[in-house]
């Protein structure tokens, strides 16, 4: 079975800095998605990036990459230049045919 | 930018209540999914739904629950008798295409009470 591990269940960084989010997973699949959601306070789940298997090339959405290790089956999130408006629930996520999602990362961005 | 829509936001039931959580997905999309995230927890598959039928459901999902799209817009989930336990925070997701391969739009929620 498929699981996704979240190591760091809390984390805060000043504003303006630079924090990585690890992820780890376990699948025995070659080919599948994966995905960083962001939860703020309002508990929707909002799609933050996300990354193909086949593709060997980071995903970057703006302040937003990832580091993905396929081999490792390591999947991080870094966060640029963080805002106080990156103060949320971090879920990483493995997809094949439903979504499994790690325990989560609660970040806190202090001014 | 089309989106995912849940209704009610909130919903307050008591206990041996049925309730329904309602759900419009993006027109265009053939998968759909509830999700279920109990308060601090992390966020668990339900169950998913394509052409009409009941593709792939988790442990939780038992008798007690059932889905349905009853016309063409709506998605729904019914828990038949609420328990306390299952007060927790319900997402509805769809996409285009399913097995993963294809981004879920997850909805705004329902946050379901159960007193």
């Known amino acids: 079975a498929q699981t996704v591990t979240q190591s760091q269940p809390e984390m805060s960084v000043q504003e303006a800095e630079t924090v990585t989010l690890s992820c780890t997973y376990d699948?025995?699949?070659?080919?599948?998605?994966l995905f960083w959601y962001k939860q703020p306070p309002s508990r929707q789940m909002i799609l933050v990036i996300r990354q193909e298997a086949y593709k060997q090339q980071n995903a970057t959405e703006n302040r937003f990459s990832v580091n993905f290790q396929k081999a490792a089956k390591s999947f991080s999130l870094k966060i640029s230049d963080s805002q106080l408006g990156d103060t949320a629930m971090y879920f990483c996520a493995f997809a094949d045919d439903k979504i499994i999602f790690g325990k989560g990362t609660r970040l806190h961005i202090l001014p | 930018e089309p989106e995912v829509t849940q209704t009610p936001s909130h919903q307050v039931t008591q206990m041996g209540q049925e309730v329904i959580l309602r759900c419009v997905p993006i027109?265009?999309?053939?998968?759909f999914y509830w999700y279920r995230q109990i308060l601090g927890q992390k966020v668990e598959f339900l169950v998913s739904f394509y052409n009409n039928e009941i593709s792939e459901k988790s442990e939780i999902f038992d008798d007690q629950f059932s889905v349905e799209r009853p016309d063409g817009s709506n998605f729904t989930l019914k828990i038949r008798s609420t328990k306390l336990e299952d007060s927790a925070m319900y997402f509805c997701?769809?996409?285009?295409?399913?097995?993963?391969?294809?981004?879920?739009?997850f909805g705004p929620g329902t946050r379901l009470t159960v007193t």
């Open positions: 997701a769809s996409s285009p295409v399913g097995q993963g391969f294809d981004e879920q739009y």
């Open positions: 027109s265009n999309h053939l998968y």
């Open positions: 699948t025995s699949e070659n080919n599948y998605y």
